[in-house]
């Protein structure tokens, strides 16, 4: 679309602002339609973002937004527009605030909760060069759950800074909010501004306010701008996720996130399906989620088994430390998350989990890059964070049908476990899986071996060996399923001299350098193929794996080159 | 001491157990001079201890403490008083519950937060197996202001399980108790019981009583079991730091944790120098912790320049993420840590500091093994978390003199970047540091070379170098100090056959692989030393590093051979 220029907030009348609220909402639904996106979140925002731009002077006053899943309008009205069409695509605009995108995002975001900490640094920097502009942090009622929010509200008052909270309530986060947090709002909202839990914190509140209505929403902001000259205010705003668009406003868990995908057969789908199998079968398996039962998999499971799933909202490392008391209490928890999310719990990976040996199954969805979400959502360092735990077992399945089985095995493998797998792949077959071991796919013994972990990396091996075969070269072919323990007997009787390893994650700390420091001193020669020591951005996964170091046509390369050395 | 029998307790008289409190106070005072601990944490939780222990059936009833730092009671009242001059010692009893250690302690702590996470699991799983047991998480206010803490209330009402937390607020972590939660927790003391904020989570409020008194508590801790048949309950039980040792009572940060060993030059001194000087120079610099102000060195810091000194309670991701806001804001945020608490931040690191480039120096403390403390403490993970992490630069400094010159120049770096070291080192001296640089250190060109990261592995390998010259054996010794980026120019011109690592880190994803993978193809041999796959129990430092991997008899065997071999 033409872009739009600021000024036009500025000096639109109300009639013209709300015509300009429909054309963005649908330049939102026609974009996310072709490129994905997260739709409801957007939609939802539309007028929040409208007031927010006419009330304020960015980029003088400076927004962060929590999550940053609702930035749309705010790239639409800040010079962005006529990109928009580029939407998550490479090279085009992220869907997510981005510092080095625009002096518009002051600040990037992609996990929840970080706003108002992020809000607080910018607010004391303009403090400390005594300066005068407005900071804001927009944060979804999702966040709340978040125990960041509360380290940062916790240290607010310490601060003595001015920040403005705009408290987006929509009553969901990407499933309904549920909890204690999710009460108080609900609690506050019936009786029209209870200001006493966030005076408590030194804020003063503000609202509730119909945050899809630009009559009331200008006047609150406004009355929220003068507020702030004597301290930090919230002000609640009410919206309505997927406001515009019918099956968004009825679904807005389905259309929180679109893909523009065909879809696959998805891992998460056989997570539900195995899960319940092996739950009907041993009473002590439960099922622990973070705000995503639906994405991961466990919609049935939650709906079968209500006393033996739980989802704690955005709280992945309560998350992880409820799974470790339930193991501690005799159960078997399975806690299922995205990659990129699961980062949060490191530390009570290491402290609760595999310190005690407490055997939690991690199920780590989207593993390895995921695509159009770009830098904050690839799943590559997964496999580097976990194989330096001790007591904690990496499993790479080769396809959907090992992932069952060794969801079927894990129930009695009494272990720390992470299973990583990326969305989508095939259903496949699989043979006997046994612990700790290595499978030879195909070929014979040559000078040249490749170890590759997980389906998306056995798949390109297996491009890259039918050309060798067509080619007259010969090696093995192994699927590594255990990227920790390394099964050390096969790495021993290998005989060959030049061993390729191939892996959807970072190279740094990644299964190469586990394979290259257990074949330390043996001669041998290790070419470890996976992603360099960078951020991957946005754009579309199979051509972000070959552009990023996974591709066929240099790991052929390599194979032929060893083969001619010899 | 003799054992104590658990019937005791259950069966003394009041004054009688009163005299017990006085016996225990004495023998944790005497215990924790010699062997060092946490001494004022002790001392408040003392009478505490005892009265939990009279009205609740150990081990069928579980107690979570949090952090753990207030457990030599519970151990000295759960049958192993007799081994408690072992406290802290290799092979000995750990100064922090552990669940391979009694069946007395059901969980495993160290770090803070984790407490109602893990009750509630542990709840969950009796409630599942149809159990009756009692399940108690004991919590210092301090860690009131923990987000962990935050999402575990959140999602206590959705659980709808009976857990009963004491609240043992002593109105201090390691430092005072700062921010809105602590102000909470005084108006609840002032008011005698406003029941409301937890009423909100869905918990019964009691209290608050004299946590030092047994006359009191033993009856409120009757209620509370009373209580708890209908639901949730939180005693507050209000306790005095130190109680019972004057200087403690009076110096209560000075004696939360005792060091059995003499006074060494401390990194952390340096720190609070440099940190000062630069900060004089360059109104930019700013200086953060997680309630550890004293510790880390800069309490000068924070009187001289209040302004620019945040110390935002134990909350180590939003020290993180507010850093990173103040960077955004123009600032130069000094982040000072101990390595392992530092692990908490690990997404922030990458999704808020790393991803956006923003320069937050992280000086991170106690790195390397830490000694009595044991396996939740030890700082051996932080080269291989940080080195994964794309745009963080690295460094070891070879001593205190070279630490402060990495300090002034950081500065100027516009990098986010990570200093660790350990507690204590040498002053010692250095010449010019450049970014990114390798530094001979001595020796000549032959075919073996040792690079060796930060003072304690310089250390070593000095010893072995004076060792291997007196046999002839001639190498050279590098000092890494850039851990990342690695100065690959040098690993080029490198003619030595032999490369030898050395890091006080675990080889898994550390310094030792990075230089693999940097050397692959190269035809060199790397021979890495570092600790193993595996959690390092409490005892001595310098007898761990030894055990674990860092053995100087071994890196010169290994010196031998490889010069033997030619």
């Known amino acids: 679309m033409r872009n739009i220029d600021v000024g036009e907030v500025k000096n639109a009348s109300l009639s013209q602002l709300k015509m300009l609220a429909e054309t963005l909402r649908e330049e939102i639904f026609r974009t996310v339609s072709v490129c994905g996106g997260h739709l409801s979140s957007n939609l939802g925002a539309v007028e929040l973002t409208i007031a927010l731009h006419r009330v304020f002077d960015f980029p003088r006053d ?20 006529r990109l928009f069409h580029t939407l998550r695509k490479e090279g085009g605009l992220s869907g997510f605030p981005k510092r080095e995108e625009s002096e518009y995002d002051c600040y990037g975001t992609g996990h929840a909760g970080t ?39 916790n240290s607010l008052s310490a601060l003595s800074t001015r920040i403005l909270i705009i408290l987006n309530d929509n009553g969901m986060s990407i499933a ?9 709002l609900e609690e506050i909202k019936a009786q029209k501004g209870d200001l006493e839990l966030f005076a408590r914190y030194g804020i003063r509140y503000l609202g509730p306010v119909n945050g899809n209505d630009l009559d009331e929403l200008i006047p609150a902001l406004q009355e929220a701008k003068e507020e702030l000259r004597s301290g930090c205010v919230l002000l609640h705003a009410v919206t309505r996720k997927g406001l515009g668009y019918p099956f968004s406003e009825s679904a807005p868990m389905e259309t929180h996130g679109i893909s523009p995908h065909p879809a696959a057969r998805e891992y998460s789908a056989a997570l539900g399906e195995e899960l319940c199998a092996i739950a009907e079968r041993d009473s002590r398996v439960v099922a622990v ?26 709280c992945e490392e309560h998350a992880t430390v409820l799974a470790a008391g339930l193991a501690a209490g005799g ?21 609760d989990i595999c310190l005690q040996k407490l055997p939690v199954t991690f199920c780590v969805d989207r593993a390895g890059v995921t695509g159009e979400d770009g830098e904050t959502h690839q799943g590559v360092f997964d496999l580097s964070y976990l194989s330096m735990i001790p007591n904690l077992a990496i499993v790479a399945p080769k396809n959907i049908a090992e992932f069952r089985k060794i969801l079927q095995k894990s129930v009695s493998w009494e272990t720390p476990l992470a299973i990583r797998y990326p969305r989508t792949g095939e259903e496949g077959a699989c043979g006997e899986v046994d612990f700790g071991k290595f499978e ?16 998306r990396c056995i798949r390109i091996a297996n491009s890259v060996y039918a050309r060798a075969v067509r080619a007259g070269i010969c090696f093995r072919l192994v699927n590594v399923r ?6 050390i007997g096969f790495l021993a009787s290998m005989r060959e001299k030049y061993v390729v390893t191939l892996e959807d994650n970072v190279l740094a700390g990644g299964f190469g350098e586990s394979v290259a420091r257990a074949l330390a001193g043996s001669g041998k020669q290790v070419y470890s193929f996976g992603y360099p020591d960078a951020f991957i951005p946005h754009g579309a996964s199979s051509d972000l ?15 032929e080159e060893l083969y001619a050395r010899g």
Chains 1, 2 share one sequence.
């Open 289 to 314: 989620t973070a705000a995503m039962t639906d994405s991961l998999g466990l919609r049935t499971f939650f709906k079968k088994f209500p006393d033996r799933a739980f989802d704690v909202g955005i």
């Open 440 to 455: 030879v796919l195909q070929g014979t013994m040559s000078d040249i071996i490749i170890l590759a972990a997980g389906e």
């Open 176 to 184: 309904p909010t549920q909890g204690g947090a999710h009460e108080v």
């Open 482 to 487: 255990f990227i920790k323990p390394l099964d």
């Open 545 to 559: 794996m070959k552009k990023y170091g996974l591709s066929e046509e240099e790991i052929y390369a390599r194979i």
């Open 331 to 351: 159960m078997r928890p399975y806690y299922a998350v995205y990659s990129t999310f699961l980062q949060r719990s490191f530390d009570e990976i290491i402290h």
């Open 62 to 81: 400076k927004v962060v937004f929590d999550v940053g899943h609702q930035c749309y309008t705010h790239k639409l009205l800040s010079g962005r527009a």
């Open 115 to 153: 706003a108002i900490s992020a809000a607080l640094g910018i607010a004391k920097a303009r403090d400390l060069h005594k300066e005068t502009c407005i900071v804001i942090a927009v944060v979804g009622d999702g966040s709340f759950q978040n125990g960041l929010i509360y380290e940062a509200l």
